[in-house]
C-alpha cells in the first residue's frame, strides 16, 4: 500500500522524530505554534495525539515550526493546523502551504487557526477555512446539535452535546458552500455576551460550528471548537478530532 503523510499545525518549536509503526497507515505532521491565548493546551494535546497515533495506527510528528511549510508537502496525506495563528506564517510558508493545498493537499483546521488576522488579510485562506471569524463571545456553555450523523467527526457524539467553548461567529463574504456537520443552538447561551467595547450578535438557527467541503482537488475539515487545555483530554473530544483526522487524511468513512 502506498504510505502518505497527515501534517497537524498547531505551533512553536522543532520537528521531533516521527512515533513509528511498522503497520502506519499514513504519517500525521503536528505543526505546533503557541499564540497568546492558546500555549498551555499544546503539552496536552501533544499526548493525546500521540495516544491516538499508537491506537490508530498512523505516523505522528509533531513540530512547532512553521518553517515545515516551505518543505515538500506532497508526501503528506493532510495538513492540520491546530490553534495556528496562520497571521504569523510568512509569505514563503504561506506559499507553500498553498502550493500543497492548490495541488490536491487536504487540511483540519481546528479552533483559533480558523482566524485569520485582519479579517480579508489572506482572501485565499478564508476561502479555504469556508467562513470568515470576525469576532466570538466570551466561553460559555451551550448545546451543540449534530448536523449530519453521517460524517466522521460526528461518530459518537450525541445529538445534544452539552460543551463549553468560544462559540465563533461567522459570515460568508467570499459565497464558499460548505456542508455543516455541527451546529450551535443559541438559545442555549448568550451569543451576545462580549467583551465592553466589542459587538456580537446572533446567527440565529444555522449557527455551523463544525462543517467539511472540498476545496481545490482535495478536502477540507473545520472545527471551530478547542479553546481549553482540559478539552484535550475529553474523550467525547477527541472522538470528534480523530473523525476529523481519519476524513481528511483518507476520504473514507462518510456514511450517506
Given at each position: ?28 505532521l ?13 503539552p ?19 513540530t512547532?515550526?512553521a518553517?515545515?511549510l ?35 493537499g487536504n487540511?483540519?483546521i ?14 485565499w485562506?478564508?476561502k ?35 460543551w ?7 459570515t ?5 458552500p ?6 450551535v ?12 467595547g466589542?459587538?456580537?450578535e446572533?446567527?440565529?438557527?444555522d ?36 473523525g476529523?483526522?481519519?476524513?481528511t ?6 456514511v450517506?
Amino acid at each position: 500500500m502506498q504510505r502518505r503523510t497527515f501534517l497537524l499545525t498547531t505551533g512553536a518549536s522543532l520537528l521531533t522524530p516521527a512515533l513509528s509503526r511498522a503497520d502506519s497507515q499514513y504519517r500525521l505532521l503536528v505543526l505546533a505554534m503557541p499564540s497568546k491565548y492558546h500555549y498551555e493546551y499544546i503539552p496536552v494535546a501533544r499526548d493525546s495525539f500521540e495516544r491516538l497515533s499508537k491506537l490508530y495506527a498512523f505516523e505522528l510528528n509533531w513540530t512547532h515550526a512553521a518553517s515545515s511549510l516551505e518543505q515538500d508537502l506532497s508526501a503528506y496525506a493532510a495538513v492540520v493546523l491546530l490553534n495556528t495563528p496562520v497571521e504569523d506564517l510568512n509569505p514563503a510558508q504561506r506559499a507553500g502551504f498553498e502550493a500543497y493545498m492548490t495541488g490536491g493537499g487536504n487540511a483540519m483546521i481546528v479552533h483559533r487557526a480558523a482566524i485569520a488576522l485582519p479579517v480579508e488579510s489572506w482572501p485565499w485562506y478564508e476561502k479555504l477555512v469556508g467562513r470568515t471569524v470576525g469576532v466570538h463571545p466570551m466561553l460559555q456553555t451551550g448545546v451543540v446539535t449534530v448536523v449530519d450523523k453521517g460524517f466522521p467527526a460526528t461518530f459518537g457524539l450525541p445529538e445534544r452535546w452539552i460543551w463549553s467553548d468560544e462559540f465563533y461567529t461567522t459570515t460568508n463574504p467570499f459565497q464558499v458552500p460548505i456542508h455543516p456537520v455541527l451546529n450551535v443552538d443559541e438559545s442555549s447561551y448568550d451569543p451576545r455576551k462580549i467583551w465592553p467595547g466589542q459587538v456580537s450578535e446572533p446567527m440565529g438557527k444555522d449557527h455551523p460550528i463544525a462543517w467539511y467541503h472540498r476545496p481545490h482537488k482535495g478536502r477540507v475539515f473545520v472545527t471551530t471548537l478547542g479553546h481549553t487545555v482540559e478539552m484535550y483530554r475529553d474523550p467525547t473530544y477527541l472522538t470528534h478530532l480523530l473523525g476529523g483526522i481519519y476524513w481528511t487524511a483518507t476520504g473514507l468513512g462518510q456514511v450517506s
